[in-house]
């Protein structure tokens, strides 16, 4: 748990778990709709579906998005030596942030507190990557 690479391999696991958690919904509802699944082609058809079903796929869009900058990040920081405990624990807290910016769209889906929880997440990278940066000087 003190490697810094851990958190992206939490972060990993969680993403897959939501994968798992947006098949889980998704194909039931599609059935429950008659929904062809060749409708699908383009995203955009999939508005049908009911919210708390898109929510999870959003969600899963997300997990697929700003975390490939925390991805690299964290890499760049563990091959220039730069894991120490204070980098690690801002690795823990922007993966802890967004396990629950998951688990606040895909359940109660308050949008201002999913951005709340976006901003602090994203505050956290920005963090990482100042450090980063100051490092090289």
């Known amino acids: 748990m003190n490697s810094i ?17 947006m098949l ?31 929510a999870v796929a959003d969600n899963y869009n997300h997990l697929m998005e700003q975390p490939t900058i925390f991805y690299g990040l964290v890499i760049y920081l563990h091959l220039t030596a730069q894991a120490g405990p204070i980098n ?3 690795a823990w807290a922007y993966v802890a942030l967004r396990v629950v910016h998951s688990l606040v769209q895909n359940t109660a889906n308050i949008v201002a507190l999913r951005f709340i929880l976006f901003v602090t ?10 450090r980063a940066v100051w490092a090289l000087f």
Do not use: C, N
């Open 5 to 21: 690479l851990t958190p992206i391999l939490a972060l990993v696991v969680w993403s897959l778990l939501v994968w798992a958690w």
């Open 24 to 54: 889980a919904t998704r194909i039931p509802a599609m059935q429950k709709a008659k929904f062809d699944p060749q409708g699908a082609a383009h995203t955009t058809a999939l508005h049908v579906l009911p919210s708390r079903v898109r």
């Open 88 to 90: 690690i624990v801002l």
């Open 121 to 130: 997440s994203t505050l956290m990278l920005v963090i990482l990557a100042a």
